[in-house]
């Protein structure tokens, strides 16, 4: 071979590597953490768990287990951010930041008078067709184009993947890694590299990573707090923003049970930092003011079960079963459903475990009506699953924040039933008018878009709903 074909089988490697890459990287699935996370793998007696984590204080931790995460996992990524000093520079810095709270005020501004000056249904009319869905169509609408128009999130580069930079983006939690892994993108729209421009500020790293990781199996959250704990003092340490308002404009993204126990690790992380999580449980300090309920979608391989696409053959699909429920008992609610009305009535399939002959989405797909109850914790990919199978999700649980709720009137496609009420379970449904039911399915099959992931993401769609909630969050904030 000469000099020239040396050359040229070089170039064709890069080439394919680069491919390779840029496949591996959209696709938000890397192979060798081709992990099936399921939820029941990390069950565990929580009363053992939040015992060692409120004992344990701060001089109790094992050090070694810091040091480790500390130097081997939070190793500085690429960048020589030294704080700029000279006087000139910084009054520039000082105009950026200046700029963008102006905007944020305009931002304010605006959407106030959209809301105010309400129902104008020729101005979302065509980006929120269905108006009865949401709590102010005028706002939202309004709000979202100021979104695009602003927002502005800054990632930190601090970190190494696996545990910060990426994160799964299949099975239950796929969630967490399509929303980091989409951030994570260098051409996202959202993402600024000057951290002067930005409205908020990303911790990019993966609770359920973490509890991949570094989670030993033996009841103790403790790396994970450590890992968490390490995070922050490094990025307060190392950069102004963190201090300048306690962590008020940052935020972390935690699909994993663990998120809030994780979040425990730094005060400030916990009380004032935005904290997006699908475990809302509003009795262990999820505050809706400032934190923001993740919605739980479950993905196979990658993407939505085959049975749950979107299809003609759904909406026309007959339900002769009224009501559906099978899955584990536990947690406060289950147990009680399944007291009641395992396999009780005919019309009203509830099961423990589904015998194996039986087809758990030919279910949700045939019943009029699906009961989705909190199980450990009080979120459930079983409500995103009703969505997609336009089945209308019958809720009970106890302090569950459901997503986006700031925005959409769940009650116009979903039914919430006091705990209390479940022996009336089938009287409440079987009172549900006809006509009532069809405008809940029909709403139902409408919201279905704020709750899809798209690759690359669509507007309204999952991944530009959970940003909204935070840009929403942060329109709420006022610096000094
Ligand atoms: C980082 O910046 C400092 C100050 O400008 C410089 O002295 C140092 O050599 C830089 N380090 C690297 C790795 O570029
Ligand atoms: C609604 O908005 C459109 C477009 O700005 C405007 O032309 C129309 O007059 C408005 N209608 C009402 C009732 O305010
Ligand atoms: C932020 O505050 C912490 C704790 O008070 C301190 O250790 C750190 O040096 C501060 N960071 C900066 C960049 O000044
Ligand atoms: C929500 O939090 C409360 C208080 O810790 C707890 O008692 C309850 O079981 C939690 N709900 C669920 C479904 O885990």
């Not at 000469?2 to 890069?14: E, G």
């Not at 938000?28 to 996370?37: G, Q, R």
């Not at 070694?64 to 500085?76: N, T």
């Amino acid at each position: 071979m000469d000099k020239h074909q040396h050359t040229r089988l070089y170039f064709l490697s890069i080439c394919i590597g680069s491919i390779a890459l840029v496949f591996a990287i959209s696709r938000c699935s890397i192979s060798f953490f081709d992990y099936s996370l399921q939820k029941l793998e990390f069950s565990f007696p929580e009363s053992e768990l939040r015992r060692s984590f409120y004992n344990a204080g701060d001089e109790n931790r094992a050090v070694d287990s810091r040091d480790v995460v500390s130097q081997q996992i939070l190793s500085v990524r690429s960048r020589n951010d030294t704080l700029q000093s000279k006087p000139e520079k910084k009054k520039k810095k000082l105009n950026r930041r200046r700029t963008v709270e102006v905007g944020l005020s305009k931002a304010r501004a605006s959407i106030r008078e959209a809301a105010s000056s309400n129902r104008n249904a020729t101005l979302f009319s065509v980006d929120l067709p269905n108006a009865q869905v949401y709590r102010n169509p005028s706002a939202l609408s309004q709000s979202y184009l100021e979104m695009e128009k602003r927002f502005k999130v800054y990632v930190y580069e601090e970190g190494e993947p696996p545990l910060v930079h990426d994160g799964p983006c299949k099975s239950v939690y796929a969630v967490e890694g399509r929303f980091i892994m989409e951030m994570e993108k260098s051409r996202t729209k959202f993402r600024t590299y000057d951290p002067d421009q930005a409205h908020v500020y990303f911790l990019p790293f993966s609770v359920t990573w973490l509890v991949t990781y570094l989670y030993q199996y033996n009841y103790d959250a403790e790396p994970l707090r450590t890992f968490a704990s390490d995070y922050v003092r490094l990025i307060s340490s190392k950069h102004p923003f963190w201090n300048r308002t306690s962590g008020a404009d940052h935020f972390m993204l935690a699909c994993h049970d663990w998120g809030p126990l994780t979040s425990k690790a730094n005060e400030d992380l916990f009380h004032k930092s935005i904290r997006v999580m699908c475990n809302a449980n509003s009795s262990e300090g999820f505050n809706p003011a400032k934190d923001a309920t993740l919605p739980e979608i479950k993905l196979y391989g990658g993407e939505v079960h085959p049975q749950l696409r979107l299809s003609k053959t759904l909406m026309t699909s007959p339900r002769p079963h009224l009501a559906f429920f099978a899955g584990g008992v536990h947690g406060p609610v289950r147990p009680i459903l399944l007291d009641h009305w395992k396999q009780r009535d005919p019309d009203m399939p509830v099961f423990e475990y589904l015998p194996k002959h039986l087809n758990y989405y030919d279910f949700m797909r045939s019943s009029k009506y699906c009961f989705c109850p909190s199980g450990y914790e009080v979120a459930s990919p079983r409500l995103i699953e009703a969505i997609y199978s336009e089945c209308i999700p019958v809720i009970l649980s106890v302090n569950f924040v459901l997503p986006f709720s700031d925005i959409l009137r769940w009650e116009t496609f979903s039914v919430q039933v006091d705990v209390s009420e479940i022996p009336r379970l089938k009287e409440i449904l079987t009172s549900i008018s006809d006509e009532k039911y069809q405008s809940l399915k029909r709403n139902l099959r409408y919201v279905r878009r704020h709750f899809e992931l798209n690759d690359p993401p669509k507007r309204y769609d999952a991944f530009h709903m959970i940003l909204h909630s935070i840009w929403l969050r942060r329109l709420n904030l006022r610096l000094t």
